[in-house]
């Protein structure tokens, strides 16, 4: 199981983990970033941020459930946001705190670049998962 904590000694985090600890034997999945782009491969959202936040997240969902896990079970998150100001970033933050990739708390980074891969691309969002025992999730 993940022990998410927060550390008493530093500045409270707004909705995420300082640290999250993992015990040995927990499978964990790895995912390359999650892009706004719909299974066409057209991107989805050209100039909004929001909802290329929610496609990214979607896109994340069915990535872990390929893999038996879910947005709740992200252990570690960075999320990249093109912008050279603040108020994108929070708009970002916004959608990813109503997500259900908030349900942690998990350990997050927030940060804006310059460019991302794909033309027109303002999020991109690279996240680790617990993938949980079947045994558990069926017992």
């Given at each position: 199981?993940?022990?998410?904590?927060?550390?008493p000694a530093l500045?409270?985090p707004?909705?995420?983990?300082h640290t999250?600890?993992?015990?040995a034997?927990?499978?964990?999945?790895?995912l390359?970033?999650g892009?706004p782009l719909?299974?066409d491969g057209?991107?989805?959202?050209?100039?909004?941020f929001p909802a290329?936040t929610?496609?990214v997240?979607?896109n994340?969902e069915t990535?872990?459930?390929?893999v038996?896990?879910?947005?709740?079970?992200v252990?570690?998150?960075?999320v990249?946001?093109v912008a050279?100001?603040p108020?994108p970033?929070?708009?970002v933050?916004?959608v990813?705190?109503?997500?259900a990739?908030?349900?942690?708390?998990h350990?997050s980074?927030?940060?804006?670049v310059?460019?991302?891969?794909y033309?027109?691309q303002?999020?991109?969002?690279?996240?680790?998962?617990?993938?949980?025992?079947?045994?558990?999730?069926e017992?």
């Amino acid at each position: 199981m993940a022990e998410h904590r927060t550390v008493p000694a530093l500045f409270p985090p707004p909705g995420y983990a300082h640290t999250v600890v993992v015990e040995a034997g927990e499978r964990l999945a790895f995912l390359a970033g999650g892009v706004p782009l719909d299974a066409d491969g057209k991107l989805v959202g050209p100039g909004d941020f929001p909802a290329q936040t929610r496609q990214v997240l979607d896109n994340l969902e069915t990535a872990l459930a390929s893999v038996g896990s879910g947005l709740d079970r992200v252990v570690a998150s960075i999320v990249y946001v093109v912008a050279d100001r603040p108020e994108p970033l929070s708009e970002v933050w916004d959608v990813v705190n109503a997500s259900a990739l908030s349900a942690g708390p998990h350990s997050s980074t927030l940060l804006g670049v310059t460019t991302l891969g794909y033309t027109g691309q303002l999020v991109e969002i690279t996240v680790t998962a617990v993938v949980p025992d079947r045994s558990a999730v069926e017992g």
